[in-house]
């Protein structure tokens, strides 16, 4: 993990989001929390993500989710090298719609 995060303000906002109980609640909740653009941003990287698990090429996932080639190589890094939150999270997705 990285430490430069674990701060007790992350830890209070984490503890914030683990509170929430529907999808509903989570927009409302992120509405507040982040700009418009932010927002966007992070589930652009979440689809990234996605398409990458899905061995999509660089090209296919520009085109698609409008991503640059650096925020997809970032995704990819971590992807590869990162704490494996992405991977936590497409499993339990995959293991509730299983």
Do not use: P
């Amino acid at each position: 993990m990285n430490r430069t995060i674990k701060t007790e303000a992350v830890d209070h906002l984490f503890d914030g989001i683990l509170h929430l109980h529907s999808k509903e609640e989570c927009y409302s909740f992120f509405e507040d929390l982040c700009t418009v653009n932010e927002l966007l941003s992070l589930s652009q990287r979440f689809e990234v993500a996605a398409m990458l698990r899905e061995h999509r090429t660089y090209l296919d996932i520009a085109e698609k989710t409008g991503a640059s080639t650096a925020t997809i190589s970032r995704v990819n890094r971590s992807l590869n090298y990162g704490n494996g939150g992405y991977d936590l999270v497409f499993g339990r997705q995959h293991e509730e719609n299983s």
